[in-house]
């Protein structure tokens, strides 16, 4: 079958997805590291690919940006493509200053000021959780690679942009977190509707406290640590 936003043929999509903001991203992860990658959603320029990593299949599919986009996208892939585990792999900016460019952190939950849970869902939660299990597996396999990991609270925010900073008070002081993005609430919402797994791990981008900072082709091409583990624990 296929959905308004996916072309795929339901057995082209396996049971494990990485899932980036970026299509770009998709695509570099897909060529670089899957056997023999197929596009199988051209959709819209959100790209899905579906290959093999270790004779194990795998698909990486975009998420576009923000909570909205990952709804739709990670939604249809549990309800009808019969996805059991969504990795999103993604770039956060850090509200910390031992936070630096590159380190990868992955999410022990995410709390959003967004009412994408509650307006799907009815849930009155404003931090949702990942799985746990898939969430231990992106740790045992950062850690058989050597490759050191963190964890925290993500803030999932729905503006990018804001007009000051009172904002930090509330997400950082409050409510404890370490990083910034834009999808995984909506993702653990989505996850947790369907009884499914979903869970994430980023890659520091930025630095709101140091502004160290990486450019747009860093943030698509060199972020290889963190799908190193994502595609050992999503074949785990």
Same mark, same amino acid.
């Given at each position: ?12 999509? =396996? @049971?494990?997805? +990485?899932?980036?903001?970026?299509? +770009? @991203?998709?695509?570099?992860? =897909? ?7 197929? +596009?199988?959603?051209?959709?819209? /320029?959100?790209? /899905? ?30 309800? #009808?493509?019969? *996805?059991?585990?969504?990795? @999103? ?31 799907? #869902? ?16 992106? $740790?045992?396999?950062? =850690?058989?690679? /050597?490759? $050191? ?21 509330? *997400? ?6 370490? *990083? *910034? ?6 993702? #653990? ?41 994502? +595609? ?5």
């Amino acid at each position: 079958m296929s959905t308004p936003h996916n072309s795929a043929a339901k057995e082209q999509i =396996a @049971r494990s997805v +990485l899932m980036p903001g970026d299509p +770009l @991203r998709a695509k570099f992860i =897909a060529e670089t590291f899957l056997e023999n990658p197929v +596009l199988v959603n051209p959709v819209r /320029g959100i790209n /899905g690919y579906t290959g093999t990593y270790k004779g194990v299949p795998v698909t990486v599919m975009a998420s576009g940006m923000g909570m909205p986009s990952i709804g739709i996208y990670s939604y249809e892939l549990f309800k #009808f493509y019969d *996805v059991d585990n969504i990795i @999103r792999v993604g770039s956060a900016g850090a509200y910390v200053p031992d936070l630096h460019v590159y380190d990868v952190v992955i999410a022990d939950s995410a709390y959003s000021e967004s009412t994408f849970a509650k307006s799907a #869902f009815h849930y009155e939660e404003d931090i949702l959780l990942p799985s746990a299990q898939l969430s231990e597996k992106l $740790k045992k396999a950062a =850690a058989d690679l /050597g490759i $050191k990991v963190h964890d925290g609270r993500v803030h999932s925010s729905d503006a990018f942009y804001h007009a000051d900073d009172e904002y930090l008070k509330t *997400v950082v002081d409050e409510k404890k977190c370490t *990083v *910034v993005e834009m999808e995984s609430f909506a993702l #653990f919402a989505n996850a947790k509707y369907t009884g499914k797994n979903g869970a994430c791990i980023l890659t520091v981008s930025d630095n709101l406290v140091t502004h160290e900072d990486t450019t747009p082709e860093e943030r698509q091409n060199s972020f290889t640590n963190m799908m190193k583990i994502a +595609l050992e624990a999503a074949i785990a």
